[in-house]
């Protein structure tokens, strides 16, 4: 088994690339654009919300998730600043929220 894994993904016709991270006890999921991108529980939003807003990251956060398919289907538990400019909101699915990435 590959301790990380990248992959292409396809949402409506538009290509994404899925990254899965093998960590002791933990996975990190992402799925990504050139624009920005949806995480598992790991990714700390109030970190670039507040410590890196100069750097204005489009991004969503969705927990309890295990696998990329879940990540795309899960709802969104909280946005970035930026990503709520973008149209992008808690309780989007991470899928929509991919589709506003483009």
Same mark, same amino acid.
């Given at each position: 088994m590959h301790l990380i894994e990248l992959s292409p993904i396809e949402i409506d016709g538009? $290509? &994404?690339?899925a990254v899965t991270v093998l960590l002791p006890k933990t996975t990190l999921l992402v799925v990504?654009?050139?624009k920005g991108y949806i995480m598992c529980g790991a990714l700390d939003i109030g970190l670039l919300n507040e410590k890196l807003k100069d750097r204005n990251?489009?991004?969503g956060r969705a927990v309890g998730v295990k696998t990329i398919e879940q990540l795309l289907n899960a709802p969104l538990e909280s946005v970035t &600043?930026?990503?709520e400019k973008q149209g992008i909101y808690p309780? $989007?699915?991470g899928k929509e929220a991919m589709l506003k990435m483009i």
């Amino acid at each position: 088994m590959h301790l990380i894994e990248l992959s292409p993904i396809e949402i409506d016709g538009h $290509m &994404f690339k899925a990254v899965t991270v093998l960590l002791p006890k933990t996975t990190l999921l992402v799925v990504t654009s050139n624009k920005g991108y949806i995480m598992c529980g790991a990714l700390d939003i109030g970190l670039l919300n507040e410590k890196l807003k100069d750097r204005n990251v489009i991004a969503g956060r969705a927990v309890g998730v295990k696998t990329i398919e879940q990540l795309l289907n899960a709802p969104l538990e909280s946005v970035t &600043f930026e990503a709520e400019k973008q149209g992008i909101y808690p309780g $989007m699915i991470g899928k929509e929220a991919m589709l506003k990435m483009i």
